[in-house]
C-alpha cells in the first residue's frame, strides 16, 4: 500500500471512485481543480487494484476541512480511510490547525462511525444539505 500525492493523469480514476461512492458526485473540473490546491489529493494505491481511496481537503486559517473521503466499495472496511485520516493527523499536528471540520450524509452510517472513533463530534446540521434533499450532519475534530 502506498499513500501518494494524487497526479492530474489520476482524475479518471478519481472520477469513477467518486461516481461510485457519491449520489452528487464532484465533477472532472472540481477534482482537477483540487489537484492543482496547495493542499494535494491523496490516494491510496494498491499495487494489485490501483487507486482505492482518495481524501480531498483544504486548510483554511486555523481549520482544516475535509471535502471527501472516497473508498471503493470493494475496499471498505480495510483500514485504506484510516490510513490517510491518520495522514491528514499528522500534518495538522505539524500546523497550527485548531480543528478539522467535514458534512456527511446523514444516513451514511458507515462513515459516521469512522469519524466518531477518530474524535469527530457532530456539532451542526444543515438541513436538506444535498440534492436528494438529505441532511448534512457537520462534525468537528478539535486539535
Known amino acids: 500500500m502506498t499513500i501518494r500525492t494524487a497526479q492530474l ?3 479518471p480514476v478519481l472520477v469513477k471512485l467518486e461516481q461510485l461512492c457519491n449520489p452528487a458526485p464532484w465533477s472532472t473540473a472540481q477534482l482537477t481543480n483540487s489537484i492543482s490546491a496547495p493542499q494535494p489529493i491523496w490516494v491510496v494505491d494498491l499495487p494489485e487494484h490501483g487507486i482505492v481511496t482518495m481524501l480531498v481537503w483544504q486548510k483554511i486559517p486555523n481549520e482544516a476541512e475535509i471535502h471527501l473521503l ?7 472496511r480495510q483500514g485504506y480511510a484510516q490510513q490517510l485520516l491518520n495522514h491528514l493527523f499528522q500534518i495538522v499536528q505539524a500546523e497550527t490547525i485548531d480543528r478539522i471540520l467535514l458534512e456527511v450524509r446523514s444516513s451514511n452510517m458507515g ?9 469527530f463530534e457532530n456539532c451542526g446540521l444543515r438541513k436538506s444539505y444535498y440534492q436528494n434533499g438529505e441532511d448534512a450532519i457537520i462534525m468537528e475534530k478539535r486539535c
Open 9 to 11: 493523469t489520476d482524475i
Open 111 to 119: 462513515a459516521i462511525k469512522l469519524y466518531k472513533r477518530n474524535g
Open 70 to 76: 472516497d473508498t471503493h466499495p470493494a475496499h471498505r
